[in-house]
């Protein structure tokens, strides 16, 4: 299960880079803009094991943030109960992340260290609010502290004002213990819903106002998505009833995108042309997908419900 959440950290972080850098800010008081450059490292490393096979070690992140200065981070998702096992993986990771970009000087060895956090997507009482690495050498003792960022703890209000977008995915987190209450009461659910149509639209202005690109919007979307289908996965009207709030949304942004590539097309064969060519695409498309009535098919694709029904029935001749 992890690896589900583990993934759905490194594609958004991979495929929307830049939305890292406010939680760089909020997790280690940085003063980042965004249009620092964000470059990524291989997260796959080998262990050196004396008289053995070199272990294999596979990070969440490695990447380093170019902006003034250039200071190299490492990231790590957790979803399960802190059981004291993480520190010795995160400080293996950080040494290996160190020596991989070692420097060797006239045998004079220099290795730089990462800045390390952990992202809990649930928070217990157990869990601490930083972790600590104790390092002692015969030149003296080195210590420094791992900050840990709850994603539990940071409402919606808080996510928009910080511009913590990048949470937005996980932050069906915060409702999981609710789930039975939702899954059992329409009226509670609907609220659950309402906070997830809110979402949505507050992501639609933040395009609006060019903070963020559709791309970003979309895998967001999908990403939350992804998330809500494993974590809900035992109670079927919570994930049915975000879900088809999260698709809808989905089925819009495709349905502007294929319009828009229609009328880009259409310039060069007459622009009602392309624009009814697709809508019609459009429609085709929600139709196959058999999640949406008619009347919402019709709705989105901007076609004429007589339409949208006659290409409903030649999908099924």
Do not use: W
Request: charged content about 30%; hydrophobic content about 35%.
């Amino acid at each position: 299960m992890g690896d589900i959440y583990d993934g759905a950290f490194r594609t958004i972080l991979n495929d929307c880079r830049q939305l890292i850098i406010p939680v760089i800010n909020e997790i280690f008081n940085e003063t980042y803009t965004g249009d620092e450059e964000v470059e990524f490292f291989p997260n796959e490393h080998f262990l050196d094991q004396q008289d053995e096979a070199d272990q294999r070690r596979i990070t969440d992140t490695n990447f380093r943030v170019i902006g003034k200065t250039i200071k190299k981070y490492h990231l790590e998702c957790e979803s399960s109960l802190p059981d004291g096992k993480i520190a010795i993986r995160l400080f293996e990771y950080d040494a290996q992340i160190a020596l991989d970009e070692g420097e060797i000087t006239e045998e004079t060895l220099t290795v730089t260290f990462p800045h390390t956090a952990v992202l809990y997507l649930r928070a217990y009482k157990k869990t601490p609010d930083k972790m600590k690495y104790v390092i002692v050498t015969p030149g003296g003792t080195v210590a420094y502290d791992v900050p840990i960022m709850k994603v539990q703890t940071y409402s919606l209000a808080d996510i928009f004002e910080k511009r913590l977008l990048f949470l937005i995915p996980f932050y069906i987190f915060s409702h999981e213990k609710r789930f039975p209450k939702y899954n059992s009461s329409e009226q509670e659910l609907e609220k659950l819903k309402a906070e997830y149509q809110e979402i949505l639209e507050r992501l639609d202005d933040l395009e609006r106002q060019e903070v963020i690109g559709a791309f970003d919007k979309r895998t967001i979307i999908e990403i939350s998505s992804d998330v809500l289908e494993e974590l809900a996965r035992k109670y079927e009207n919570v994930q049915k009833g975000v879900g088809d709030v999260m698709g809808g949304a989905l089925l819009e942004t495709e349905a502007r995108t294929i319009l828009n590539q229609g009328i880009s097309q259409g310039i060069g064969q007459g622009i009602n042309q392309g624009k009814n060519e697709a809508k019609k695409e459009t429609a085709l498309r929600m139709l196959k997908r058999g999640k949406l009535t008619l009347e919402e098919v019709a709705e989105y694709s901007g076609l004429s419900i007589s339409e949208v029904r006659r290409l409903s029935e030649l999908q099924t001749v």
